[in-house]
Nanobody, 127 residues
Framework: QVQLVESGGGLVQAGGSLRLSCAAS????????FGWFRQAPGKERDFVAG????????YYTDSVEGRFTISRDNAKNTVYLLLNRLEPGDTAVYYC????????????????????WGQGTQVTVSS
């Protein structure tokens, strides 16, 4: 497994932007498929975006398509989520997750696809 630490959350006005970072420690960073999930108060943790081992394949849930961008820097062992045109409905704790290190190109959107999770970072969007 890999250890994950998120950062970059905060309070922002609607229409603003944030960049979340997920720093990973452990071996074979390049092998992992990474995902970002979010959980609003009283709701389930939902998939937001995923990125394959090379960074060439990304996938987004419909509600963030065109506004959020997931990327990775394999040299820095870091995954990013750029949040643009934020809306109050984006308010949640955002979590970074990694699979078991499979070099897969297939999108992973379910909790059970991932074995490592960060502690989360709070994003609050005011109207």
């Amino acid at each position: 497994q890999v250890q994950l630490v998120e950062s970059g959350g905060g309070l922002v006005q609607a229409g603003g932007s944030l960049r979340l970072s997920c720093a990973a420690s452990g071996r074979s960073f390049r092998a992992y498929y990474f995902g970002w999930f979010r959980q609003a108060p009283g709701k389930e943790r939902d998939f937001v975006a995923g990125i394959n081992w090379s960074g060439r394949r990304t996938y987004y849930t419909d509600s963030v398509e065109g506004r959020f961008t997931i990327s990775r820097d394999n040299a820095k062992n870091t995954v990013y989520l750029l949040l643009n045109r934020l809306e109050p409905g984006d308010t949640a704790v955002y979590y970074c997750a990694a699979d078991s290190g499979s070099y897969t190109d297939y999108q992973k959107t379910f909790h059970g696809d991932y074995v490592s999770w960060g502690q989360g970072t709070q994003v609050t969007v005011s109207s």
